[in-house]
């Protein structure tokens, strides 16, 4: 079975700077995605950032970026210039390719202090 | 990105009634459908997976005579909740994929209180 592990229940970051998220996965599969959702007060799970397993280049989306280290099963996202805008819960996912089926971790809560 | 759309977005309802939510992809077709639990400051945990014109199927431990779903269009799945009980009160998140596609799209969801 695939597992998705996020290791810090809540983060803080002070605005302007950089934080990182913490993010592990247990597979024998070689083909898959990873994704980092937000998901604000509002409840909207909102898509940040997603790789495939096949690209050795790590994901970049204006402020976030991804450490993907497939041999070591993890996937740190790395927020920036943090924004007051940027505090929510942020979950970690991952799919098989060809599969339906998509496991997220328990969840890190950001908070962004102004 | 892709929108879906749920409603209601909050539900409040009697003990032993029946509920339906409705989840629709506005502007793309939703050929795969899934509906999430989430309970409070908890993660999103898979309830079912339903394919346009199919039958869901149901993650081990949820009750698909309780938890009805059906799939008929390509753009509305709805999730019934039969004979409620305080503890089916929840967020209930819907998402939808296209064919060939590797991203989901959610849902704001759904709030359920069951009195």
């Known amino acids: 079975a695939q597992t998705v592990t996020q290791s810090q229940p809540e983060m803080s970051v002070q605005e302007a700077e950089t934080v990182t998220l913490s993010c592990t996965y247990d597979t024998s599969e070689s083909d898959y995605y990873l994704f980092w959702y937000k998901q604000p007060p509002s409840r909207q799970m909102i898509l940040v950032i997603r790789q495939e397993a096949y690209k050795q280049q790590n994901a970049t989306e204006n402020r976030f970026s991804v450490n993907f280290q497939k041999a070591a099963k993890s996937f740190s996202l790395k927020i920036s210039d943090s924004q007051l805008g940027d505090a929510a819960m942020y979950f970690c996912a991952y799919r098989r390719t060809r599969s339906n089926d998509m496991r997220f971790g328990a969840g890190t809560r950001l908070t962004v202090k102004p | 990105g892709a929108v879906v759309s749920q409603h209601p977005s909050w539900v409040i309802c009697k003990s032993g009634t029946s509920v339906k939510i409705e989840c629709r992809s506005l502007?793309?077709?939703?050929?795969?459908m899934f509906w999430y639990r989430q309970f409070p400051k908890q993660s999103l945990m898979l309830m079912a997976t339903s394919n346009e014109g199919s039958k869901a199927t149901y993650e081990q431990g949820v009750e698909k005579d309780k938890f009805l779903i059906n799939h008929a269009s390509l753009t509305l799945s709805t999730l019934t909740v039969t004979s409620a009980h305080p503890e089916d009160s929840s967020f209930y998140i819907c998402s939808g994929r296209g064919r060939g596609q590797y991203e989901q799209y959610f849902g704001p969801g759904t709030r359920l209180t069951v009195t």
């Open positions: 502007d793309f077709q939703a050929t795969t």
